[in-house]
């Protein structure tokens, strides 16, 4: 069938083989998020699972996510953070992002995304965390990127501007019921849990649109 341009989705734990084979055949997508580890992600088995080349050779572009600390939410394996360790903590984990990205094939000039989410802005503590990681993972030749609320990408954009990359997720979309981003996402999440079927395999999975397919890694 003919795909949609630049949709891709993600889901927490990898899919089989099986399904990314059928998918990559019968469905819409491009591209899958693929999660690199930290201390708050749900599953760490993707880099055990399959490396990029393994998923650039089946046909997907990879868009890759570092899921660390998170003001939402509290994570039990997450160092507890404050003023005082902030930006040795930042930098410790955008070196940590470095090395599993590299471990997993994911080549120099790919965008690894912090996965920050929340929903309020983002203390000055947490800023100066996420700094310490922006600098850490530009060290190691990677583009950094954030994957936050609409509201938060308007504060990051107020400190990194367009030298950063954004996904967003905006539900409903963007512009849409007082949701004003201050740019257009780089990669914008638009619908939660989709159970969807393809070349008779089914998951549930969370729907993104990109500019791009993310081939070989690269984003967006």
Do not use: H
């Not at 120099?108 to 989410?117: P, R, V, Y």
């Not at 954009?157 to 954004?166: D, E, K, S, T």
């Amino acid at each position: 069938m003919d795909k949609l341009l630049y949709l891709g989705f993600d889901v927490a734990s990898p899919p089989s083989t099986s399904l990314l084979q059928a998918w990559n055949t019968d469905s819409p997508f491009f591209w899958l998020g693929y999660y690199l580890g930290g201390c708050c992600v749900t599953d760490a088995s993707w880099p055990n699972t399959y490396s990029v080349p393994t998923l650039n050779g089946l046909g997907w572009g990879v868009r890759a996510l570092y899921v660390d600390q998170q003001i939402a939410v509290t994570c039990p394996s997450c160092t507890p953070m404050s003023s005082c360790n902030a930006q040795t903590l930042g930098a410790a984990v955008g070196q940590d992002a470095v090395s599993l990205a590299g471990q997993v094939g994911l080549p120099a000039g790919a965008t690894i995304f912090l996965d920050i989410e929340g929903g309020d802005l983002l203390p000055n503590y947490f800023l100066t965390y996420v700094d310490a990681w922006v600098t850490a993972v530009r060290a190691g030749n990677y583009v950094p990127g954030f994957y936050v609320t609409y509201t938060v990408q308007n504060q990051l954009y107020g400190i990194y501007a367009g030298n950063v990359l954004y996904w967003v997720a905006a539900i409903p979309c963007p512009n849409v019921q007082g949701n004003t981003p201050i740019q257009e996402p780089n990669v914008w999440q638009f619908a939660l849990g989709q159970s969807l079927s393809y070349g008779g395999y089914s998951l549930s999975v969370d729907v993104d649109v990109a500019p791009s397919t993310g081939s070989g890694g690269i984003a967006p």
